[in-house]
């Protein structure tokens, strides 16, 4: 079983910055594409950016597109979200998501079902 441990989220003014951190456990993240998601109030969760097994291929949603920025430190086990230029509509959970044990191309993955495991989240919370 993999464990995915989110940190990093706290309270910021707009136009601030945060990053976050999702650790791995149980496997090695260079074996697994990545992504991260969002819960914001009154929302379903929605797709913010994903990473390629590799690392070397990268996807945003429109919303965060030029603010935000996804990046694996394989020898570390870890993903980030370098999140700039901070909206209040950004404050959400934040959720690191992984797929493991898939064989094939050097894909990133915007669905949910996609992934097949999920750390527990981490709250942002955007002042105006």
């Known amino acids: 079983q993999v464990q995915l441990v989110e940190s990093g989220g706290g309270l910021v003014q707009a136009g601030g910055s945060l990053r976050l951190s999702c650790a791995a456990s149980?496997?090695?993240?260079?074996?697994?594409?990545a992504g991260w998601f969002r819960r914001a109030p009154e929302k379903e969760r929605e797709f913010v950016t994903a990473?390629?097994?590799?690392?070397?291929?990268?996807y945003y949603a429109d919303s965060v597109k030029g603010r935000f920025t996804i990046s694996k430190d394989n020898a570390k086990n870890t993903v980030y979200l370098q999140m700039n230029s901070l909206k209040p509509e950004d404050t959400a959970v934040y959720y690191c998501?992984?797929?493991?044990?898939?064989?094939?191309?050097?894909?990133?993955?915007?669905?949910?079902?996609?992934?097949?495991?999920w750390g527990q989240g981490t709250q942002v919370t955007v002042s105006s």
């Open positions: 149980g496997r090695t993240f260079s074996s697994a594409a």
């Open positions: 990473i390629s097994r590799s690392g070397d291929t990268t």
């Open positions: 998501a992984a797929k493991f044990g898939y064989s094939g191309g050097n894909s990133y993955y915007t669905q949910q079902y996609d992934y097949n495991y």
